[in-house]
């Protein structure tokens, strides 16, 4: 993509997108009323629940706390756990014929690791069990214009997925301006990624309902948008899903249905 046609587009999805934003600021400040004029009080917990990626990624997590973790995703009906790669095999023999899905980080928490080594551990995790895999992007060739080694990185991994395997591509939002995020949601679209995903929780801030509307204008109604970092109750839960999102990646998924 060219510096004209990279501005053609940004143009294009902005002018569409500056209404919409316009309704949920920066701040995020939407009352738990608006959301119940919005018939999302309709939603219950358990209805959530199938949204949430139940999420331990903390390098300190002992296997203890992985294996609790795989409990709470059965006892409360989360739709998967999200781990580190190490744990894929743990959890898979924990979890077989749970239902519940194994989703595995790559290249994770910075992105900026040689494509090679993401598409190695993309298919180390998946042999070892991963039903999922949520990479992270090259921020720094973003930011730098680098859009083909971006773009290359992406293909690396969905290269070495399954045909069956659902592939994430994590952007890391609260680094990017709404120009940048929109380009980053266009590659992952481009090159074939079931979802886009705002953050790792990792960096200076997760997810927002202004990142989840802009994501969901540039990508259209059918691609799957992950919010995930700084999810931590219901109210916050419902207003992602309201702005767009149809995943959660949150370590506070208990609390979160639990109200």
Not at 60 to 77: N, P, R
Not at 87 to 92: G, K
Not at 136 to 150: F, S
Request: glycine share 8%.
């Amino acid at each position: 993509m060219n510096e004209m046609d990279k501005k053609e587009l940004i143009n294009k999805i902005s002018e569409e997108v500056i209404s919409r934003l316009k309704k949920i600021d920066k701040t995020d400040s939407i009352s738990t009323n608006d959301l119940e004029r919005e018939n999302n009080n309709s939603i219950t917990p358990a209805d959530v629940a199938r949204y949430i990626d139940h999420t331990l990624l903390k390098p300190e997590a002992t296997e203890g706390q992985i294996k609790t973790l795989c409990e709470e995703a059965v006892k409360y009906g989360f739709f998967s756990v999200c781990i580190n790669s190490s744990w894929v095999a743990y959890c898979a023999k924990k979890l077989r014929g749970t239902g519940v899905k194994i989703c595995a980080v790559v290249g994770f928490p910075l992105g900026a690791m040689d494509s090679r080594t993401k598409a190695y551990e993309t298919r180390n995790a998946i042999e070892n069990g991963a039903d999922e895999i949520d990479m992270v992007i090259n921020v720094g060739a973003l930011k730098n214009g680098d859009l083909k080694t971006v773009e290359e990185d992406l293909r690396s991994v969905i290269r070495a997925c399954r045909s069956t395997t659902t592939t994430k591509a994590i952007i890391e939002t609260c680094l990017l301006t709404d120009d940048e995020k929109i380009i980053a949601s266009q590659l992952v679209k481009k090159t074939g990624y079931d979802f886009v995903k705002t953050s790792t929780g990792f960096s200076k801030a997760g997810a927002t309902a202004h990142d989840i509307v802009l994501m969901r204008r540039t990508v259209g109604p059918k691609m799957g948008i992950k919010a995930a970092g700084g999810i931590h109750n219901f109210e916050e839960a419902l207003l992602m899903i309201r702005s767009g999102a149809t995943r959660l990646g949150a370590s506070a998924g208990i609390k979160i249905i639990s109200g």
